[in-house]
């Protein structure tokens, strides 16, 4: 699988996400507040719908069987989401690393930097990484997103120096009223 393919599916995966699941991004009453391990295993749940069966769709997946070893977190983070074929090592078998941040502008300790994560990705061969960046802000009852990410190959490093838009602007526009039309 080409990047260009592996980005669509990414996308359609977070389009998903972001319909169906919109009231995981609104804000809520009481001590809830969101989760950047459940909307990313959300988006697991609907990327796993567009990768081929034989690629596993895991969260901190450890192939060891022991606790996970300090090499495997980069900057005190654990991927989120590994796309890979379970047991199995080398770049053939390993496809994709995700890191999840709700707003990396606005929390210091919102994840990891892209070298870190080519750290990561070259340590267990993965062919792609992927730190994405939802930008989410919530004001009173009402959420925005404005997703950006940042993709790095094992060949290559990083496609671009810094992140970029996931959606245009229309794009995006259309998604979130999608959403919240779903969430009414």
Same mark, same amino acid.
């Given at each position: 699988?080409?990047?260009?393919?592996?980005?669509?599916?990414?996308?359609?995966?977070?389009?998903?996400?972001?319909?169906?699941?919109?009231?995981?991004?609104?804000?809520?009453?009481?001590?809830?507040?969101?989760?950047?391990?459940?909307?990313?295993?959300?988006?697991?749940?609907?990327?796993?719908?567009?990768?081929?069966?034989?690629? +596993?769709?895991?969260?901190?997946?450890?192939?060891?069987?022991?606790?996970?070893?300090?090499?495997?977190?980069?900057?005190?983070?654990?991927?989120?989401?590994?796309?890979?074929?379970? +047991?199995?090592? +080398?770049?053939?078998?390993?496809?994709?690393?995700?890191?999840?941040?709700?707003?990396?502008?606005?929390?210091?300790?919102?994840?990891?930097?892209?070298?870190?994560?080519?750290?990561?990705?070259?340590?267990?061969?993965?062919?792609?990484?992927?730190?994405?960046?939802?930008?989410?802000?919530?004001?009173?009852?009402?959420?925005?997103?404005?997703?950006?990410?940042?993709?790095?190959?094992?060949?290559?490093?990083?496609?671009?120096?810094?992140?970029?838009?996931?959606?245009?602007?229309?794009?995006?526009?259309?998604?979130?009223?999608?959403?919240?039309?779903?969430?009414?």
């Amino acid at each position: 699988m080409n990047l260009a393919d592996l980005q669509s599916r990414a996308r359609i995966a977070l389009t998903n996400t972001l319909v169906e699941e919109w009231t995981l991004f609104t804000p809520t009453t009481g001590t809830s507040r969101h989760s950047e391990r459940t909307l990313a295993f959300h988006l697991g749940w609907y990327l796993r719908q567009t990768v081929d069966r034989s690629w +596993g769709v895991d969260a901190e997946y450890d192939r060891s069987g022991m606790v996970l070893e300090q090499s495997v977190r980069y900057d005190e983070h654990v991927p989120h989401l590994i796309v890979h074929h379970r +047991g199995l090592l +080398g770049p053939e078998h390993n496809l994709l690393l995700v890191h999840v941040t709700l707003d990396s502008a606005s929390d210091v300790h919102a994840g990891p930097g892209i070298e870190a994560a080519q750290a990561l990705q070259r340590r267990f061969g993965y062919r792609y990484a992927l730190l994405l960046d939802l930008r989410l802000h919530t004001e009173g009852r009402r959420a925005s997103v404005t997703p950006y990410w940042q993709w790095t190959t094992l060949e290559h490093g990083p496609e671009r120096p810094e992140p970029a838009p996931v959606y245009t602007e229309r794009v995006l526009a259309e998604i979130t009223e999608r959403a919240r039309r779903a969430g009414d």
